[in-house]
């Protein structure tokens, strides 16, 4: 299957408008097309038609139990796939939709248990990325998405992204530049009686805690190691991982830059190809291997944004081995570390 890419250009409404609409005629059709949100590139399928939704799987090489998100362009179109949805849930719905949220609800008999991996609940976005939301009414409403990655490997924040993974596997790329934000969505469950985060993003607990009070951490998030798993499906496999083997270090940044051109150099003289993750602040300090700024300390939205890139870019080059500073900053920080220990597998060195 040849793989088209279009491009969206600013400017260019009347030509941006058919290229959407080719795209959502793919979509009404059962094909799949991938699109760009503000969190990262989606890989879109009619989430009311199962044999659609059996593609994704497909191209994705994804498990069948790991259910899909429905993403949707206005409020209406809840009620017509989720039940019992809590008045928390529309508070937080009126403060951060269209955005980086994902909500769990029990579902309505309408959405094929193809979308849902087997589930009685269903996921659901408003995104909010004028591609995405255009894409989506344009399909008749309910675009499932997961990220448009070949599963395992980081998600998508460029089309480029999209086509070196899906290539010959899927008909259309809409190309709407690099994303906003560069991490999935946050994922609130609203299945159970009080609220769960089951996977941190840019809307942190403490911003849902500012609208309806009271909502808990999935414990499997909290302590990883603990042998309870996350109740997000997607959340327990090893996952937005790099080829290179990746080691976070973690302490004062002094000892960090000791450590990490210690242990460059070490892997360099044993043959093998090293990479070192830094900051704007920090790279200078480094002397080893093939170093990058992940972005700066002062503006943590610029490291979640370049996450994915930077493990994609040292693919491309071959390293062996990646060493990188850790960001527990708070805010987004926590979300960013999520990623980075499970591209890492928990692989942390403290000095
Ligand atoms: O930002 C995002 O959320 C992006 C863009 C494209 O919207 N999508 C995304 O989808 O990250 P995906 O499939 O890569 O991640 C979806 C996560 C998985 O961990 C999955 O297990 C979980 O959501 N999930 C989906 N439906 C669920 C359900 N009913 N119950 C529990 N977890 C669910
Ligand atoms: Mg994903």
New binding site residues.
């Given amino acids: 299957m040849e793989t088209i890419i279009e491009t969206i250009i600013e400017g260019q409404d009347i030509q941006n408008q058919q290229k959407i609409e080719t795209a959502a005629k793919i979509l009404r059709e059962g094909g799949l097309v991938a699109f760009p949100?503000e969190?990262?590139?989606?890989l879109g399928a009619d989430a009311l038609n199962p044999a659609a939704s059996k593609k994704i799987y497909e191209a994705k090489g994804r498990p069948s139990d790991?259910?899909?998100?429905v993403?949707i362009s206005c409020m209406e179109d809840l009620d017509k796939i989720a039940v019992r949805i809590p008045a928390q849930a529309k508070k937080l719905a009126e403060h951060f939709w269209p955005g980086?949220l994902?909500m769990?609800f029990e579902k309505q008999e309408i959405v094929p248990a193809e979308t849902?991996g087997g589930?009685s609940?269903?996921?659901v976005?408003m995104?909010d990325h004028p591609v995405a939301r255009d894409l989506i009414q344009a399909a008749g409403g309910y675009i499932a998405?997961?990220?448009a990655n070949t599963s395992g490997k980081p998600?998508p924040t460029r089309a480029e992204h999209v086509a070196l993974d899906m290539d010959g596997r899927i008909p259309m790329i809409l190309d709407g530049g690099a994303v906003g934000i560069g991490l999935?969505?946050t994922?609130v469950?609203f299945s159970e009686e009080t609220p769960m985060v089951?996977?941190p993003g840019y809307i942190t607990p403490d911003m849902i805690r500012e609208v309806i009070g009271e909502v808990w951490m999935d414990p499997g998030l909290v302590e990883e190691d603990s042998g309870i798993h996350p109740?997000?499906?997607?959340?327990k496999y090893k996952h937005y991982a790099p080829k290179a083997e990746l080691i976070l270090v973690n302490g004062a940044q002094e000892k960090v830059q000791q450590a990490i051109n210690y242990l460059t150099r070490e892997a360099i003289e044993s043959g093998k190809n090293a990479g070192v993750i830094g900051t704007d602040e920090s790279c200078c300090g480094y002397h080893y291997g093939i170093i990058k700024s992940i972005g700066t300390r002062n503006d943590e939205d610029t490291i979640a944004r370049h996450l994915y890139g930077i493990l994609r870019e040292f693919d491309r080059e071959n390293v062996d081995i990646i060493y990188s500073e850790s960001f527990s900053t708070p805010r987004i920080g926590q979300a960013i570390m999520n990623r980075m220990l499970k591209a890492a597998g928990h692989q942390v060195i403290e000095v």
Avoid: F
């Avoid at 969190?39 to 989606?42: A, C, K, L, N, Q």
């Avoid at 790991?66 to 998100?69: D, R, S």
């Fill in positions: 949100t969190t990262v590139y989606g790991n259910p899909l998100i993403h980086p994902t769990i849902t589930l609940t269903v996921a976005r995104p998405a997961p990220s998600s999935e969505s994922i469950d089951l996977r109740k997000a499906p997607g959340m």
